[in-house]
């Protein structure tokens, strides 16, 4: 049974950081990309981050371009999420994606999800 655990959640200030975590089990993650989405209240899910199994390409929504971060440790079946200069508009549910082949920003395409862990930033 696959399961991917988000942790990393929390509380901060405009302008701080956090560092989502996201650990896949119950299969082998070879060539599955993983990505990020996110919820925010009201709003629908939608894509932040995403990359594939190996290789640098990496896709960003244009919102966090140059703030976030994605990478992963394939050894350890975990991907992380690093939010820099955090706004009170990333304030989401954040949830961990897998699917076979390529990274996409389409959340249809993601076959696995994790439960989500809530981001909130503070003014």
């Known amino acids: 049974q696959v399961q991917l655990v988000e942790s990393g959640g929390g509380l901060v200030q405009v302008g701080g950081s956090l560092r989502l975590s996201c650990a896949a089990s119950?299969?082998?993650?070879?060539?599955?990309?993983m990505a990020w989405f996110r919820q925010a209240p009201g709003k629908e899910r939608e894509f932040v981050a995403g990359?594939?199994?190996?290789?640098?390409?990496?896709l960003y929504a244009d919102s966090v371009k140059g703030r976030f971060t994605i990478s992963r440790e394939n050894a350890k079946n975990r991907v992380y999420l690093q939010m820099n200069s955090l706004k009170p508009e990333d304030t989401a549910v954040y949830y961990c994606?897998?699917?076979?082949?390529?990274?996409?920003?389409?959340?249809?395409?993601?076959?696995?999800w994790g439960q989500g862990t809530q981001v909130t930033v503070s003014s």
């Open positions: 990359m594939p199994w190996s290789g640098t390409n990496t």
């Open positions: 119950g299969r082998t993650f070879w060539n599955y990309a």
């Open positions: 994606a897998s699917r076979f082949g390529v990274a996409t920003t389409t959340e249809t395409n993601y076959n696995y």
